[in-house]
């Protein structure tokens, strides 16, 4: 098969990373995959083994989804806009895939929803028109009226055939966070989590011992990495490892390393080996984006989890909620957070028992790859 993945990530980088993970299910099997990425380049991303096409790329003003920048930073115009379609458009034809799989839309991403809408249609256009399928996470954000949800149910009744739900239902069920209608239902297809295999423990046992804190690999981490040197102050008994990501990394770092001086804390640019450093940790903080979440999952790590909250998101207040249910986790709201409340929550997971995570269904890339070949074959 050729499976073309559209995605574009606004803010971090969790979106284009669980569309890389499942190019790469398609390609272990021998699908040709072209993934199509609208965002901010990623270079800390993978994407070997894909063809990897890159969009004139966008990005959010902030938590602002509506208001959609260009690299430079300005506002993306009509101009800008039709010229991206036309790239989509191109990388559309070009490669007239037997799967098109569309990220987040029509559950989100409605402030792009006339390129979506031009893709679908332009797919439905050609001499074989491809399986068209959407792939979402566990949580969305919910609809803020009951229009949005009837639009997204319209559209994916109108032109797809399924969606890829990359949850597992014993944990989250998409009710949680989206209102799903009978017709919406019947389409859902549950994939479970869409993970890489676990880490391995990390060779050098980096991380052993230490409280890991981490904010993806966007920007969005500073009033929670300057609780966390506060809280390492007055828990000396623990190294502290801050590990920052985002584009002004260095920045950053820098300035966090100055304001580290006599505390017990090593500050860094993001590891790509964070995960096999998260299976030696006596702790994780963190917030709870979907691929933070799957590696906390996997590693058994006692985790506080601060869900990032700017704006109107809740996506991960949601999660976070679900995941507080198991052994092992605490939440702090940003509004709550402190060095006192993150200190009492750490000693609290830190206590708890081990949880265990071995009937949960960590196979989702593999188990969407067997799904979309069922449909295709089908058809």
Same mark, same amino acid.
């Given at each position: 098969?050729?499976?073309?993945?559209?995605?574009?990530?606004?803010?971090?980088?969790?979106?284009?990373?669980?569309?890389?993970?499942?190019?790469? %299910?398609?390609?272990?099997?021998?699908? #040709?995959?072209?993934?199509?990425?609208?965002?901010?380049?990623?270079?800390?991303?993978? !994407?070997?083994?894909?063809?990897?096409?890159?969009?004139?790329?966008?990005?959010?003003?902030?938590?602002?989804?509506?208001?959609?920048?260009?690299?430079?930073? /300005?506002? %993306?115009?009509?101009?800008?806009?039709?010229?991206?379609?036309?790239?989509?458009?191109?990388?559309?034809?070009?490669?007239? !895939?037997?799967?098109?799989?569309?990220?987040?839309?029509?559950?989100?991403?409605?402030?792009?929803?006339? &390129?979506?809408?031009?893709?679908?249609?332009?797919?439905?256009?050609? !001499?074989?028109?491809?399986?068209?399928?959407?792939?979402?996470?566990?949580?969305?954000?919910?609809?803020?009226?009951?229009?949005?949800?009837?639009?997204?149910?319209?559209?994916?009744?109108?032109? +797809?055939?399924?969606?890829? $739900?990359?949850?597992?239902?014993?944990?989250?069920?998409?009710?949680?966070?989206?209102?799903?209608?009978?017709?919406?239902?019947?389409?859902?297809?549950?994939?479970? +989590?869409?993970?890489?295999?676990?880490?391995?423990?990390?060779?050098?046992?980096?991380? %052993?011992?230490?409280?890991?804190?981490?904010?993806?690999?966007?920007?969005?981490?500073?009033?929670?990495?300057?609780?966390?040197?506060?809280?390492?102050?007055?828990?000396?008994?623990?190294?502290?490892?801050?590990?920052?990501?985002?584009?002004? /990394?260095?920045?950053?770092?820098?300035?966090?390393?100055? #304001?580290?001086?006599?505390?017990?804390?090593?500050?860094?640019?993001?590891?790509?080996?964070?995960?096999?450093?998260?299976?030696?940790?006596?702790?994780? $903080?963190?917030?709870?984006? +979907?691929?933070?979440?799957?590696?906390?999952?996997?590693?058994?790590?006692?985790? $506080?989890?601060? !869900?990032?909250?700017?704006?109107? &998101?809740?996506? #991960?207040?949601?999660?976070?909620?679900?995941?507080?249910?198991?052994?092992?986790?605490?939440?702090?709201?940003?509004?709550?957070?402190?060095?006192?409340?993150?200190?009492?929550?750490? #000693?609290?997971?830190?206590?708890?028992?081990?949880?265990?995570?071995?009937?949960?269904?960590?196979?989702?890339?593999?188990?969407?790859?067997?799904?979309?070949?069922?449909?295709?074959?089908?058809?």
């Amino acid at each position: 098969m050729k499976v073309m993945i559209v995605v574009t990530h606004l803010l971090g980088t969790g979106h284009l990373s669980r569309a890389l993970t499942l190019g790469r %299910a398609f390609a272990a099997t021998g699908h #040709q995959v072209r993934l199509v990425s609208g965002g901010m380049p990623a270079p800390q991303l993978d !994407p070997a083994g894909l063809e990897l096409v890159q969009l004139p790329p966008l990005r959010s003003d902030g938590v602002d989804f509506a208001r959609l920048l260009t690299e430079t930073g /300005a506002e %993306a115009d009509a101009g800008f806009h039709t010229t991206r379609q036309a790239a989509l458009l191109e990388a559309l034809t070009a490669f007239a !895939p037997d799967v098109l799989i569309t990220e987040l839309y029509p559950f989100g991403r409605r402030s792009l929803k006339t &390129e979506f809408r031009a893709l679908l249609a332009a797919a439905r256009a050609l !001499p074989r028109p491809p399986l068209v399928l959407s792939s979402i996470r566990d949580i969305l954000a919910p609809p803020s009226k009951p229009a949005k949800a009837e639009e997204a149910d319209q559209v994916i009744a109108e032109a +797809y055939d399924a969606v890829l $739900v990359h949850s597992d239902p014993k944990v989250t069920r998409l009710e949680a966070s989206w209102p799903v209608s009978a017709a919406l239902a019947d389409k859902l297809r549950y994939t479970g +989590y869409v993970a890489p295999p676990p880490a391995e423990p990390h060779p050098e046992r980096a991380g %052993a011992g230490e409280i890991l804190v981490s904010a993806g690999g966007g920007a969005v981490g500073g009033p929670l990495f300057r609780v966390a040197l506060e809280a390492a102050r007055r828990m000396p008994s623990h190294r502290w490892r801050l590990l920052v990501g985002g584009t002004q /990394a260095g920045a950053e770092v820098a300035a966090l390393q100055e #304001q580290a001086s006599n505390a017990p804390v090593t500050v860094e640019p993001a590891r790509p080996d964070f995960r096999a450093m998260l299976t030696h940790a006596a702790a994780s $903080v963190s917030m709870c984006g +979907y691929n933070t979440a799957l590696d906390l999952l996997q590693a058994r790590t006692p985790a $506080v989890l601060i !869900p990032f909250d700017a704006g109107k &998101e809740v996506e #991960q207040g949601l999660r976070a909620r679900a995941l507080t249910a198991l052994p092992g986790f605490a939440t702090v709201t940003s509004a709550e957070l402190t060095p006192e409340t993150l200190m009492r929550a750490l #000693q609290q997971v830190m206590r708890d028992p081990r949880r265990d995570t071995t009937t949960l269904r960590f196979d989702g890339a593999a188990e969407t790859v067997r799904m979309v070949e069922m449909m295709e074959a089908a058809r």
